[in-house]
């Protein structure tokens, strides 16, 4: 049985200028457990994603993925997400 999380944030906080986009998030997902992230236009998901595969840095607070630190495990980390949007952008219909 895996102990340490699939997922784990803490604290996540991002801002773009002085505008938050994510306050003290906390968050922690096990093996196996699915995520969906519902919201308004405006209201962080695209900034979770961005921060979760380490296409943007935090402001504070920290994230674990299998216990790696994404900022500094790079490929390792990413080999690890799958991300599925609502939207086709890879390819033109």
């Known amino acids: 049985m895996q102990t340490t999380p699939a997922l784990y944030i803490e604290g996540l906080t991002k801002y773009y200028g002085s505008r938050p986009a994510l306050l003290g998030l906390d ?3 096990r093996w196996g457990e699915v995520l969906s992230v519902f919201g308004p236009n405006g209201s962080g998901k695209t ?4 921060l979760v595969t380490g296409l943007a840095r935090a402001t504070s607070g920290s994230i674990r993925i299998a216990g790696l630190n994404p900022d500094r495990s790079g490929m390792s980390v ?3 997400l799958g991300v599925v949007t609502h939207q086709t952008f890879l390819y033109d219909e």
């Open 27 to 29: 968050l922690e997902l």
């Open 47 to 50: 900034t979770l994603v961005k």
């Open 78 to 80: 990413r080999r690890l």
